[in-house]
């Protein structure tokens, strides 16, 4: 039987998790955060993190009560204790009086994860953590990754029919799913802190890679293109849009970057890897250092496939439309090398959904060494 008392902060937990989704499309770089505040087990404020800058969850709660002495404040990430754009949070909470701090995951970032639960703790306020810490982890993997592993979480969003085709064999793809489906795309692009494609898809499609979300409040994410020898036109739709378009390269031709720099793009150089490409790993340990905590890929299939062989990629989210293209069409990832069953990359099924009248799936990627682990235990 579970404790009434878990079952109650479980319940205001969720609530919270719920308040901070109000900042998906808004709060990068900074985690997405809710906070609850219960006195008598009633909820007397809440607030969220809307976006960088403003108020953190727990100060804006804070704000919508005159008085929170005696209180319980459910918070979804361990209230911060340091000073940076805002005040701490910890402290706050302390001065507001608070007698019980419940938060369902610690600061990912290793420098201070537990300093603000400590702080609680030394001011005598009872704390709890791990209470939904599973959503809580969800809702910022992204986030976590770039605290943890100095890169941010990678989802490759990719089209097919149902033959697994993206395109015709001359690279028609317009369009093979559903505009509902399209609609749904602009969701995690809105998600995302930015938008990665290859120079080839630019030269075919000539996209756009913004959100396109009317009466949704959204920052858009950053576009990012690999052009390793500098093909992207100057004249590029992308170029002229509003918010920054990033160009990474490997090239040292100062008179195209030039001519890049002034159509509006930021070019910057990224080391080759043996093939003469940009170095994908360092690709996103850059895109780390821009504080860039979600990345969409919207490609084709050489770098769809160079991603998911080197392990990059994090999860798959496929688009199925009910139609057959045939043999001849293009395939969803470039994979060479991959000749045997041993080498085939792995997928973990999390979703299914229609859209339309296509079928969404959603699979997380396995790890690479633990694809060789299973398959070196299937030998013995």
């Known amino acids: 039987m579970i404790d009434p008392a878990t079952q109650?902060?479980?319940?205001?937990?969720?609530?919270?998790?719920?308040?901070?989704?109000?900042?998906?499309?808004?709060?990068?770089?900074?985690?997405?955060?809710?906070?609850?505040?219960?006195?008598n087990n009633t909820i007397i404020a809440e607030g969220w993190h809307e976006r960088a800058g403003q108020g953190h969850a727990e100060v804006e709660a804070l704000k919508r009560v005159e008085n929170a002495h005696g209180a319980t404040a459910y918070v979804?990430?361990?209230?911060?204790?340091?000073?940076?754009?805002?005040?701490?949070?910890?402290?706050?909470?302390?001065?507001?009086?608070?007698v019980r701090v419940v938060v369902a995951m610690q600061d990912p970032n290793p420098l201070v994860a537990g300093k603000g639960l400590a702080l609680l703790k030394q001011a005598g306020i009872k704390v709890r953590k791990g209470v939904l810490e599973a959503e809580a982890k969800q809702l910022n993997k992204g986030f976590i990754k770039r605290m943890r592993k100095a890169q941010p979480y990678v989802t490759s969003k990719l089209a097919m029919s149902v033959d697994g085709r993206t395109a015709m064999a001359s690279g028609e793809s317009k369009?093979?799913?559903?505009?509902?489906?399209r609609r749904d795309v602009q969701k995690l692009r809105a998600a995302s802190g930015a938008i990665l494609t290859g120079v080839e898809t630019v030269l075919a499609d000539d996209p756009g890679m913004n959100v396109r979300m009317e009466n949704v409040d959204v920052e858009?994410?950053?576009?990012?293109?690999?052009?390793?020898?500098?093909?992207?036109?100057?004249?590029?739709?992308?170029?002229?849009?509003?918010?920054?378009?990033?160009i990474l390269t490997c090239s040292v031709e100062q008179y195209k970057i030039d001519t890049l720099k002034q159509a509006g793009a930021e070019v910057y150089f990224i080391a080759a890897d043996n093939l003469g490409r940009v170095d994908l790993e360092q690709v996103l340990s850059f895109l780390a250092e821009q504080q860039i905590n979600d990345v969409?890929?919207?490609?084709?299939?050489?770098?769809?496939?160079?991603?998911?062989?080197?392990?990059?990629?994090?999860?798959?989210?496929?688009?199925?439309?009910?139609?057959?293209?045939?043999?001849?069409?293009?395939?969803?990832?470039?994979?060479?090398d991959v000749s045997a069953m041993a080498d085939k990359i792995q997928l973990q099924f999390v979703d299914m959904r229609k859209i339309g009248r296509d079928i969404r799936l959603h699979f997380n990627v396995q790890r690479q060494s633990v694809q060789k682990q299973q398959a070196s235990d299937q030998v013995q």
């Open 8 to 39: 109650q902060d479980e319940l205001f937990m969720a609530r919270a998790l719920l308040l901070a989704r109000n900042g998906l499309y808004t709060t990068k770089p900074n985690p997405r955060v809710g906070c609850v505040l219960v006195k």
């Open 76 to 98: 979804t990430l361990e209230p911060c204790f340091h000073y940076g754009r805002t005040p701490p949070c910890a402290e706050a909470l302390i001065r507001a009086g608070v």
């Open 175 to 181: 369009w093979i799913t559903s505009p509902e489906a």
């Open 220 to 246: 858009q994410p950053i576009r990012v293109i690999l052009d390793s020898r500098l093909r992207t036109p100057s004249t590029a739709k992308l170029l002229g849009l509003d918010g920054r378009t990033i």
């Open 296 to 336: 969409l890929v919207e490609a084709g299939s050489v770098l769809n496939g160079a991603m998911v062989q080197q392990g990059l990629i994090d999860e798959c989210i496929v688009y199925m439309a009910p139609s057959i293209i045939g043999a001849s069409g293009r395939g969803l990832f470039a994979m060479p």
